[in-house]
């Protein structure tokens, strides 16, 4: 059974710095395209930062310079490191891990979520 429990979430002030964790079980996070998205209230779902298994990164041009997403293979974690919070970072953040298969098969699993809250 495959698990991804985030955590670190939380209220700060705006300036201030989150780290959240994402820690998987049932599945090995260095062969995953592993994510971080959020949607806030009203908004869709979107893209924060993802890293591949080469260790490549990208990021949404929103967080691009304050956000930084990493990886631990040994704990089999993925973290997003969450400095210069702005108001509307605020959002519930989820993890999510990717995995394509060479025959088209596709595994896509979520985390249930952890709430960040920046205040003005």
């Known amino acids: 059974q495959v698990q991804l429990v985030e955590s670190g979430g939380g209220l700060v002030q705006a300036g201030e710095s989150l780290r959240l964790s994402c820690a998987a079980s049932?599945?090995?996070?260095?062969?995953?395209?592993m994510g971080w998205y959020r949607q806030a209230p009203g908004k869709q779902r979107e893209l924060v930062a993802s890293?591949?298994?080469?260790?490549?990164?990208t990021y949404a041009d929103s967080v691009k310079g304050r956000f930084t997403i990493s990886r631990d293979n040994a704990k089999n974690t993925v973290y997003l490191q969450m400095n210069s919070l702005k108001p509307e970072d605020t959002a519930v953040y989820y993890c999510?891990?990717?995995?394509?298969?060479?025959?088209?098969?596709?595994?896509?699993?979520w985390g249930q979520g952890t709430q960040v809250t920046v205040s003005s």
């Open positions: 999510n891990a990717k995995l394509r298969r060479v025959t088209g098969l596709t595994y896509d699993y």
């Open positions: 049932g599945i090995t996070v260095s062969i995953y395209a």
């Open positions: 890293i591949g298994t080469t260790g490549s990164t």
